[in-house]
């Protein structure tokens, strides 16, 4: 069996990936990322699912080497891959004795990210809460705080630029019950940041009722904005994401028309989870309206996580996610609309997709 590396970055985010014992160290629950492993794979370091049922089946499996890895396919050696090292910050905790890792955690190998409020006005109810998610996990588990402080994020963003390296900080939250969304708080954070390290910055939130926040944002030292979408189609967005869905599709891009002017093209993005019944056109012809604005569609398969009422939810085939990538990377190349160019972000970090290669 002989695959490119874009197809195996996409079977492994489809099928997940089997680890033996000495290696089973990675993120369970919690926002964001969860029950995913980062993986390096020539050059690429992508997060692979390794803790749900899916990857408990999956035919990829790891056999460790010493410091080198190969991934198995029925097993067939395919690849060397390679993991991330536990960055040092995590041995470093505040005064009053919390953790750091309970207050940001690295993705991928040199992004910073954290979930400032780990808690959501719509995530308690059923009637309001986005089926794939797992925010309220981590914090039950006591993995993680409710509410990290600016000055602590400050203290944790500058020992990891120091002591590992990192390069960009993702600042998402939970949206909580405030016509802001998240944005006045995050701003705090954002300067909180910027006053310890000069560390480009992404934050996160729903579209905020008045615009104005933007501007707000850029002042307070954030550089790039995410607003996400998720999923597209009403139907869809009813049943997945029935509060969020109260938000409809067509205020977002008047919110993306209005964050471009403020943080410039390519600096605004949009999280788009490929696999929930989103028809594939539907999918092309949002992200083509998405670039000629200037704000990068990032599309990420969805992977069911443990807990959530969508655990058992397949994530979507291999060939479905490589025929989307094709045709999403030539539009971005087309409009010269690199992630790589981004100050900071999940597009910028790419680790929960395999669309950056296809801009290669």
């Known amino acids: 069996m002989s695959l490119t590396k874009q197809e195996l970055i996409a079977q492994l985010q489809s099928y997940g990936l089997r680890l033996g014992g000495a290696a089973r160290s990675g993120r369970q629950g919690g926002a964001g990322p969860s029950d995913h492993k980062a993986v390096t794979i020539q050059g690429t370091t992508v997060m692979v699912p390794v803790f749900t049922g899916m990857a408990s089946q999956s035919p990829y499996s790891i056999i460790y080497q010493g410091e080198q890895s190969l991934v198995y396919h029925h097993g067939e050696p395919l690849a060397p891959v390679s ?82 390296g990192v390069k960009q900080a993702v600042l998402t939250t939970g949206t909580p019950n405030g016509t802001d969304r998240g944005a006045a708080y995050l701003a705090t954070c954002a300067q909180g940041i910027k006053a310890r390290v000069n560390l480009p910055i992404q934050a996160q939130c729903e579209p905020p009722d008045d615009f104005v926040w933007f ?50 093209r390519g600096e605004v993005s949009t999280y788009l989870l490929a696999g929930l019944g989103d028809p594939l056109e539907l999918v092309l012809a949002t992200c083509q309206r998405l670039i000629k604005l200037g704000v990068y569609p990032f599309v990420v398969p969805f992977v069911p996580i443990s807990g959530t009422p969508l655990e058992k939810y397949p994530a979507p085939p291999s060939d479905q996610m490589l025929r989307l990538y094709r045709a999403l990377g030539s539009m971005l190349k087309a409009a010269n609309l690199a992630s790589r160019d981004s100050k900071a972000g999940c597009a910028k970090c790419g680790a929960c997709s395999g669309l950056s290669t296809f801009e290669e």
């Open 83 to 164: 993991f991330p090292q536990t960055p040092q910050f995590y041995a470093l905790a505040t005064p009053e004795g919390i953790p750091y890792w309970k207050i940001a955690l690295l993705h991928s190998t040199d992004v910073l990210a954290t979930t400032v409020l780990q808690t959501c006005m719509r995530y308690g109810e059923r009637a309001t809460a986005c089926q794939f998610c797992a925010i309220g996990q981590s914090l039950a588990q006591e993995r993680t705080i409710a509410r990290k402080s600016p000055e602590d994020l400050g203290a944790v963003a500058e020992a990891a630029v120091r002591l590992d």
């Open 215 to 264: 501007e707000r944002l850029q002042q307070a030292g954030v550089d790039s904005l995410g607003m996400h979408l998720e999923v597209l189609d009403p139907a869809v967005r009813a049943r997945i994401m029935p509060g969020k869905a109260q938000v409809p599709v067509a205020y977002y891009f008047t919110a993306f028309e209005q964050a471009v002017r403020v943080f410039g």
